[in-house]
């Protein structure tokens, strides 16, 4: 029997749940669907083709595929001023952008950057539609991909989404129905239509523009129904919202908004939210501890939080933006309605500083014996929160143990640390 894409990647835990390879199986034997874990996976049933192989031909975790330095050598070496860097991948520009009008700045993620490509992408007419993420009133399934026509459709995908959705039934659609499409997506999501595109005619021609979003990991439903249970006891949930601003406080001291599936039930702010539901790993696909592309390398845009001091302590929000193209250079250029400003490739990576540094622990490990220990720890945590019946007694005993080790290794590092500073001044 043929090896096939639920043997090699679902029964082996490294499966995202992008449902790129539902999408492309030609005789329709995979559906996307949650699993107890609260992620999408194919589910297989009768029919599949003997010599077939599509399937397992565009999924982002199957290691003989080409991977994202190669995939992005072939879409963006020949661009005029092309620049490389090592972490950041191919790019023409490095930007920092944030809307100038602040309630629709606030209302958006980051700097509102997102929001503001979308629509200059319809206005423009570079493409007819958008796909993205919008937010449903459906307790079962929280968010989704959406198709969009029209810049006032694009008001309810405003703001940042940390909920599994796959996109099986918007490339269905892109397959039915002509024109030309832009569509945001995580790096492994991107990764995974690259592939598609080299199969598809389709797909290669009728998807214009990948915007990607910079991601440090996934996280299952888990994370929001736990979250909810805290923040107002029920997971019975009809909407959520991650990351409220705070006004006179940093950009990464957010709170969270929930909605009860409950009649005149009305939006909860939740202002206690704590960190270790992110850093721990708590609710993380184990397919994430597999992906070492921090920066959406294969997508046209790259798009993510400004988290360097200057920035940080501004609570309206700064985007940092990759531009991979000419044509979407052109953009960014005489608009009257966002501040625009180009920021160093070095100072885009010491952004994302945490999340690439941890992305490198997972793929390629360590020698620093007290990371080495936290990494188990975490993967402990990660595979524990997968369980049906979660065990937080015993995450938060795993937590402390991380914490006292960081403690430890911080104050180890110390010399090291205070010798690159010197060094960094030029003394």
Not at 89 to 102: A, C, M, P, R, S
Not at 127 to 133: E, H, R, S
Request: proline share 3%; aromatic share 10%; hydrophobic share 35%.
């Amino acid at each position: 029997m043929k090896p096939n894409i639920i043997e090699l990647v679902v029964n082996n835990n490294t499966c995202i749940g992008c449902g790129v390879c539902d999408t492309i199986c030609p005789v329709n034997v995979l559906n996307m669907d949650f699993n107890s874990v609260g992620l999408y996976e194919p589910i297989e049933s009768e029919g599949c083709l003997d010599k077939c192989t599509l399937c397992i031909d565009v999924c982002p975790f199957i290691p003989e595929n080409n991977n994202e330095f190669e995939i992005s050598t072939k879409l963006y070496k020949n661009e005029i001023g092309i620049n490389y860097h090592k972490e950041l991948g191919y790019f023409v520009e490095t930007l920092e952008i944030h809307k100038k009008d602040l309630t629709d700045r606030l209302k958006s993620a980051s700097g509102g950057a997102g929001n503001f490509i979308l629509t200059t992408l319809l206005d423009s007419r570079i493409v007819d539609k958008i796909i993205t993420v919008e937010s449903l009133s459906n307790s079962d399934k929280l968010f989704q991909f959406n198709v969009f026509s029209s810049s006032e459709e694009l008001e309810n995908t405003k703001g940042s989404v940390y909920y599994p959705t796959d996109l099986s039934e918007v490339l269905d659609y892109i397959m039915k129905n002509d024109g030309d499409y832009a569509i945001t997506v995580l790096p492994c999501y991107a990764k995974a239509i690259r592939l598609a595109q080299d199969k598809s005619i389709k797909l290669r021609k009728r998807i214009k523009v990948l915007i990607g979003l910079v991601c440090g990991q996934m996280k299952t439903k888990k994370f929001t129904t736990e979250l909810s249970k805290l923040a107002i006891e029920t997971d019975n949930l009809i909407e959520v919202k991650y990351r409220i601003k705070n006004v006179n406080k940093h950009s990464n001291q957010y709170s969270l908004k929930f909605k009860k599936s409950s009649v005149n039930s009305k939006m909860i702010e939740w202002t206690k939210y704590s960190n270790k539901f992110w850093t721990s790993r708590l609710f993380t696909p184990l397919a994430c501890n597999n992906c070492i592309d921090t920066f959406a390398l294969t997508a046209d845009i790259s798009l993510m939080d400004a988290w360097l001091p200057e920035y940080i302590k501004d609570y309206r929000g700064h985007t940092l933006v990759i531009v991979r193209t000419n044509e979407l250079k052109k953009i960014f250029s005489s608009q009257k309605d966002i501040s625009c400003e180009h920021i160093s490739a070095d100072k885009v990576l010491e952004s994302q500083k945490g999340v690439v540094e941890n992305k490198h622990y997972f793929v390629y490990g360590t020698y620093n014996p007290l990371k080495k220990i936290i990494i188990r720890l975490k993967i402990k945590i990660q595979k524990l929160s997968h369980d049906e019946v979660w065990n937080e007694k015993l995450t938060d005993k795993y937590i402390l143990q991380i914490k006292i080790l960081e403690k430890l290794n911080g104050w180890a590092s110390l010399p090291i640390r205070f010798i690159n500073k010197i060094l960094k001044k030029g003394f």
